[in-house]
């Protein structure tokens, strides 16, 4: 790119990208520095720096019971946006059938639609089906909304994978079954691993369908939120600082995988590209 | 290439699933909309427009409904301003280091969003970080109560929230602008300023509606931000959807302002996706 002449914009553009940085940045610094904090989460400058929130953290049975929850709830979705969603990929990829363009639209819905009306439409699913509701609703909630993010990955994924090979395989006498686990399969895997890992963390951080699809076990946000309507303590600090450890070592794995393989922007930033242009 | 079997076999699943969990939730909302409560608190399957005339006539609804979308819009302002010149710095003047600073932009998406939301909470508070940063450095002797519980709290926070989202489909319309149309834009005289307004600028309308739809869409519909930061001055429309169906204990009601934000919802991205088509040059 040349840039000659393009002084004045390029002059106060750093600035404004080190500002944008600092404003995405400050709530999540805060949040760390604070979680050492001896007197609680405001008051500048923080002083007295101690362990003892984590190790209250550690001996607080409620939130390890509500983050088992919400492993055991995301392992679940994500089962469940894969099984139907990978299908759904491969079927908007190369089956006709009446009803495939509502089905499209439909399947996206979820990701595009305030969380709020996709929890509410489901809770009166269950009210009218007589169906308790427990972790079991909040999985089956969470597993259909995000076929979504499983279906517009592996459709991604699709669109770059060489038909030939499969039909190669076919010729070759593999029947559909075995043509799918060792060639459709193994071509999708990034796609596949990428979906999985990104349904895994969005249901971690599930709250607006889990609000009106909970029982009496919590989920881990439905733990905070309950507990920051209580008035709060840096525990909150503590766990939220822990999971962010957690998120940001399942990016920089997904991402140095992902770089080994081909070099690709985020998933993340994918999925919004590819939902914006509504397919 | 593929047989009638195995087109079924990957069609029928997915199809019955999505049918019976979301087509038909969807629908049930539909219905509830048209249905109503008995005094003993009995949903009332018969047919009537009630709802919506009370959701039409009630002056609060009407109100949280204009304030949510002025919200929203002020979000979707200032999430521009954030977020455009970030993608443009990022894709035609950050040189080595762009892949570095788009992985920044990212990060924070993966911070919970409530967890963020609170963090903003214990910033802004009258005993928060930024009210004790301002009395340690003596620009102020009291907190300024202002920050939190405010509608300016709700803005704030959910900038911050969905500055990301509008950057990413505008990086990424930046990112596809054949790099000869700038230089020879260069080539030919145009000045940078001219060649921004006159090339660049138009070739990334597509995924400014694109960042505009997502900030504008996903803010209207939050709930969790104006309850946490809000405080009654900052009440959204989903936060009456809420309440409908919590204490005040009226699905059919909420059923209705939830459709009603449906069809404002799809409206406006079928609206910005034929802006799109329209704007795209491919």
Redesign the interface.
């Known amino acids: 790119?040349?840039?000659?002449?393009?002084v004045?914009?390029?002059r106060w553009?750093?600035w404004?990208?080190i500002a944008?940085?600092a404003?995405?940045?400050?709530?999540?610094v805060?949040?760390v520095v604070?979680s050492f904090n001896r007197s609680g989460?405001?008051?500048?400058?923080p002083h007295n720096l101690t362990l003892d929130w984590y190790r209250m953290l550690f001996s607080d049975y409620a939130i390890w019971t509500s983050v088992l929850n919400s492993v055991l709830v995301a392992f679940s979705a994500m089962a469940i946006s894969l099984?139907?969603?990978i299908?759904?990929a491969?079927?908007l990829d190369?089956?006709n059938?009446p009803?495939k363009a509502l089905?499209r639209r439909?399947?996206l819905?979820?990701l595009?639609?305030?969380?709020?009306?996709?929890g509410?439409?489901?809770?009166?699913?269950f009210r009218?089906a007589d169906v308790k509701l427990s972790l079991v609703t909040i999985v089956?909630g969470h597993g259909?909304a995000l076929?979504s993010v499983a279906t517009t990955e592996v459709f991604a994924g699709l669109q770059k994978l060489d038909?030939a090979q499969?039909?190669a395989s076919?010729d070759l006498g593999a029947n559909?079954w075995q043509t799918f686990c060792r060639v459709t399969i193994p071509n999708l895997r990034l796609s596949i691993i990428g979906a999985a890992l990104l349904i895994f963390?969005l249901s971690?951080?599930e709250?607006?369908v889990s609000?009106?699809l909970i029982g009496r076990d919590n989920t881990l946000?439905l733990e905070?939120?309950g507990r920051?309507r209580r008035g709060?303590t840096p525990e909150?600090?503590a766990i939220?600082s822990i999971?962010?450890l957690f998120?940001?070592a399942?990016?920089v794995t997904w991402?140095h995988l992902r770089l080994s393989a081909e070099a690709k922007?985020?998933i993340?930033?994918e999925l919004?590209?590819t939902a914006?242009q509504?397919d | 290439?593929?047989?009638r079997?195995?087109?079924a076999?990957?069609?029928l699943?997915?199809?019955l699933?999505?049918a019976v969990?979301?087509?038909?939730?969807?629908t049930?909302?539909f219905c509830?909309s048209f249905w109503s409560v008995s005094p003993s608190q009995a949903i009332v399957h018969s047919w009537t427009l009630d709802n919506y005339r009370e959701f039409f006539r009630v002056n609060v609804y009407l109100q949280t409904l204009f304030r949510s979308m002025w919200i929203a819009a002020r979000v979707t302002f200032f999430s521009l301003l954030?977020?455009y010149?970030?993608a443009?710095?990022?894709s035609?003047?950050?040189g080595k280091r762009k892949d570095l600073?788009?992985?920044?932009?990212?990060?924070?998406?993966?911070?919970?969003?409530?967890?963020?939301a609170?963090?903003?909470?214990?910033?802004l508070?009258s005993?928060?970080?930024?009210?004790?940063?301002l009395q340690?450095v003596h620009l102020t002797k009291h907190p300024v109560e202002f920050l939190l519980y405010s509608p300016f709290a709700v803005v704030l926070t959910l900038t911050?929230i969905y500055?990301?989202?509008a950057f990413?489909?505008i990086?990424?319309s930046l990112e596809h602008i054949p790099?000869n149309l700038?230089?020879a834009s260069?080539d030919l005289g145009g000045?940078?300023?001219q060649t921004?307004w006159r090339v660049i600028f138009p070739l990334s309308i597509p995924g400014v509606l694109?960042g505009a739809?997502?900030a504008f869409?996903?803010s209207?519909?939050?709930?969790?931000a104006p309850l946490?930061l809000g405080g009654p001055s900052g009440i959204m429309i989903?936060n009456i959807?809420?309440s409908l169906?919590g204490a005040a204990y009226n699905?059919p009601l909420?059923?209705a302002i939830?459709l009603c934000?449906?069809v404002l919802?799809v409206g406006l991205?079928f609206l910005s996706?034929k802006l799109?088509k329209k704007w795209s040059f491919r």
């Open positions: 790119m040349s840039n000659n002449g393009s004045h914009m390029s553009l750093p404004h990208a944008v940085f404003f995405l940045y400050l709530p999540i805060t949040l604070y989460v405001g008051g500048f400058p099984a139907f969603g299908p759904a491969l079927a190369r089956a059938f009803g089905f439909l399947v819905l979820p595009i639609l305030p969380g709020i009306i996709t509410l439409s489901l809770l009166m699913l009218q089956l259909t076929i038909r499969e039909e076919l559909y963390t971690m951080d709250i607006a609000f009106f946000p905070i939120w920051l709060i909150i600090n939220s999971i962010f998120s940001l399942a990016i991402y922007p985020g993340a930033a919004v590209e914006a509504g | 290439m593929f047989s079997a195995y087109r076999v990957i069609t699943p997915p199809t699933w999505v969990l979301l087509l038909v939730p969807y049930l909302l509830y954030l977020g010149p970030l443009y710095y990022l035609f003047h950050a600073f788009y992985q920044l932009v990212i990060i924070p998406l993966w911070v919970s969003y409530l967890v963020r609170y963090a903003w909470k214990t910033i508070g005993d928060g970080v930024l009210n004790t940063l340690y911050h500055t990301p989202f990413l489909p990086y990424a790099r700038v230089e260069h000045s940078p300023f921004f694109a739809t997502f869409v996903l209207l519909g939050d709930f969790l946490l989903s959807v809420v169906f699905w909420g059923a939830s934000m449906l919802v991205l996706e799109e």
